[in-house]
């Protein structure tokens, strides 16, 4: 079956702008969780939905938000975009807990 | 909340060598998994492996959950191996990951 889908692999903004970002979970998972990938912070949670519920939140501003639809897809956005927010942004869909599984990511530059 | 440390955070092998990465974590796990970054940036599952033993080809793990450690062990190494290591665990507080500092793997032909 397919795997974790993110859409768009690469994006390059300008500060102030804003992002959305997508990713859709393998089929049959409801849990998803976001995480960003900065070569100095390392790997760290930004947030989890389950059944269109965010059920975990990371130590991130507020300019970071998410949504989940009836579908599991996810989409998260981040407004006001800042030369920080350039990173790799991963995502992650499992059945709710349990094994995690990895979209290829969405690698984000900010100009 | 948990942390997590890998060791060593650098290691450069001679094909065909042996090695043993390092996971250490502070507080009991419900989840404990192993992965390898490859050069794009995805996250490819190793292993899922919050207690005991288990072996996929050259790689296996062990994870001795009383003792708060997981190893990986790479056996005759080879070049497509190199990346980075990632050990991440779900602690108590939610079902979120909590990653190490992962172990930059090198192995040389």
């Known amino acids: 079956k397919a795997g974790v889908t993110q859409t768009p692999r690469y994006l390059i903004k300008t500060r102030g702008q804003q992002v959305t970002l997508s990713c859709s979970p393998i089929?049959?998972?409801?849990?998803v969780s976001w995480y960003q990938q900065t070569p100095g912070q390392g790997l760290q949670f930004l947030f989890e939905y389950f059944s269109e519920t965010q059920r975990n939140k990371g130590n991130f501003p507020g300019r970071f938000s998410g949504r989940q639809f009836s579908n599991s897809r996810s989409e998260m956005n981040v407004s006001t975009l800042e030369l920080g927010d350039s990173a790799l942004y991963l995502c992650a869909s499992s059945l709710g807990a349990g094994q995690a599984y990895f979209g290829a990511g969405t690698r984000l530059s900010v100009l | 909340g948990i942390q997590v440390e890998q060791s060593p955070p650098d290691l450069i092998l001679q094909e065909g060598a042996n090695s043993t990465l390092r996971c250490n974590f502070s507080?009991?796990?419900?989840?404990l998994q192993w992965f390898h970054q490859n050069p794009w940036g995805q996250l490819i599952n190793l292993f899922y492996?919050?207690?005991g033993t288990k072996q996929n080809g050259r790689l296996s793990a062990t994870t001795v959950a009383t003792e708060r450690y997981s190893l990986l062990y790479i056996s005759s190494s080879q070049t497509t191996d190199s990346g980075v290591y990632f050990c991440?665990?779900?602690?108590?507080?939610?079902?979120?990951?909590?990653f190490g500092g992962g172990t930059r793997l090198m192995v040389k032909p």
């Open positions: 507080d009991s796990v419900n989840n």
């Open positions: 492996i919050p207690s």
């Open positions: 089929s049959g998972h409801r849990s």
């Open positions: 991440a665990v779900v602690g108590n507080a939610g079902n979120m990951l909590t």
